[in-house]
């Protein structure tokens, strides 16, 4: 509304008739999707890469997400990086013991800018 009455002002002088000016805002140049928090799957996992969050949502979630495990992947190793407070923090996921419900801690649930990591086992594991 302020820009249509300082365009209103401004214009004015060069029309005999009242003018009728509407202004309407299409785009803000930043697309919705860019500002939702993401998380970002890498390593052995099917479909490694961002996803936007859009609700809560746990490890074991977000690897069904991203197509579940690769054939080498470190089951017992999956690691979530989260930065608190500028530090970087590294929590640790068994998903061989959340599967067999023998540990069921650590199924956290993820925060925007969480990166999980599941590495490549070994040779003899």
Known sequence: ????????????????????????LISSGTNAEDSKPRIYMTGEILKPGPYVLVQ???????????????????????QVRRKIDGAESVYYFDYNAFETGTNLTG???????????????????
Do not use: C, H, S, W
């Not at 509304?1 to 309407?24: G, H, S």
């Not at 197509?67 to 999956?78: E, H, K, N, T």
């Not at 199924?107 to 594991?125: H, Q, S, T």
């Open 1 to 24: 509304q302020a820009v249509e009455a300082a365009l209103k002002n401004r214009l004015q002088k060069n029309y005999n008739d009242p003018l009728d000016i509407t202004v309407a």
């Open 107 to 125: 199924n956290i649930d993820l925060k925007g800018g969480d990166v999980i990591v599941v590495p490549e086992r070994g040779l003899f594991n």
């Open 56 to 78: 809560r949502i746990n490890i074991m979630q977000a690897i069904a997400q991203a197509g579940g495990l690769g054939p080498f992947a470190a089951r017992q190793r999956i």
